[in-house]
């Protein structure tokens, strides 16, 4: 795999499994493939688990470039939740995950996510997305030191 260019927002770090296909010029099988066999390292499953069906999400910057493929969780953590800040709205997090407003529900209604509403804003913090990305990491590869909720 070569450097590939793909014009994202700054703010763009996960995709979905169509941009991920688009990116590598694969089918959905063979992106499902990479990503079992660990060819793909930076990947989680979003999905609220009441199915069967992965919803996937991939790290940009590893389809752009495979080499980042290499940083650590921590720099990718950082990368997806900017230490900067302690909480996300649940609106923000939606968009960083690419899923629906209705499913960040989902997430919090089967505990996968918490957080509180403050002045009519639900918000979600910085430690519960860490520990819910850390928990829905496919490739063990990438990190094999778990999360606390301290």
Request: glycine share 2%.
């Amino acid at each position: 795999m070569n450097d590939r260019h793909l014009p994202l927002s700054n703010r763009t770090t996960l995709v979905t499994t169509d941009t991920a296909c688009a990116v590598l010029g694969v089918g959905s099988e063979a992106i499902s493939s990479m990503v079992d066999d660990g060819t793909l390292v930076w990947v989680w499953d979003v999905s609220s688990r009441h199915q069967h069906i992965r919803e996937l999400r991939f790290l940009a910057h590893e389809l752009i470039n495979p080499a980042n493929a290499a940083k650590t969780y921590p720099e990718i953590i950082s990368n997806i939740l900017p230490p900067s800040r302690e909480r996300f709205r649940a609106s923000e997090v939606a968009m960083t995950l690419r899923v629906s407003d209705p499913h960040i529900v989902k997430l919090i209604k089967c505990r996968a996510l918490s957080g509180k509403v403050i002045n009519h804003t639900r918000w979600i913090s910085r430690a519960s997305m860490a520990i819910f990305l850390q928990n829905r990491l496919l490739n063990s590869r990438a990190t094999s030191k778990p999360l606390s909720r301290n």
